[in-house]
């Protein structure tokens, strides 16, 4: 885990500052949503962790979409580091789910579409 948490930090920009992190909200208070970019916007992360090392958390996260740039649509990709699962989200409110045992967090890459 921590050779695959290297490679994404080396390989996303925006994962290089320390100027840059944002809090943004989520509905559940055991899901910590966070993002980092690059003022280019040419590399934007989001991540979600699970706080609760028991318990499956789920939640509504909001998006700062507005932040990101040119977007044709409100549907955009993100990549998931940790898995390399792609979803298709879509606005600024976006259900995720994780569990402790299995995926406690989302590392994830945005990509327009």
């Not at 920009?13 to 916007?41: E, I, Q, V, W």
């Not at 699970?50 to 939640?59: A, H």
């Not at 649509?73 to 789910?97: C, M, P």
């Amino acid at each position: 885990m921590i050779t695959k948490l290297n490679r994404i930090r080396r390989e996303n920009r925006a994962l290089h500052f320390y100027d840059n992190l944002r809090f943004h909200p989520c509905d559940n208070g055991a899901l910590l949503f966070y993002s980092k970019m690059t003022p280019a916007r040419d590399s934007i992360i989001l991540v979600v962790v699970n706080l609760d090392p028991l318990y499956t958390q789920s939640g509504w996260v909001e998006v700062p979409i507005e932040d990101f740039g040119e977007i044709d649509t409100d549907s955009y990709e993100v990549d998931d580091l940790l898995t390399d699962t792609r979803y298709i989200w879509h606005g600024k409110r976006n259900y995720v789910a994780l569990h402790p045992g299995l995926q406690p967090a989302h590392i994830l890459r945005v990509r327009r579409l």
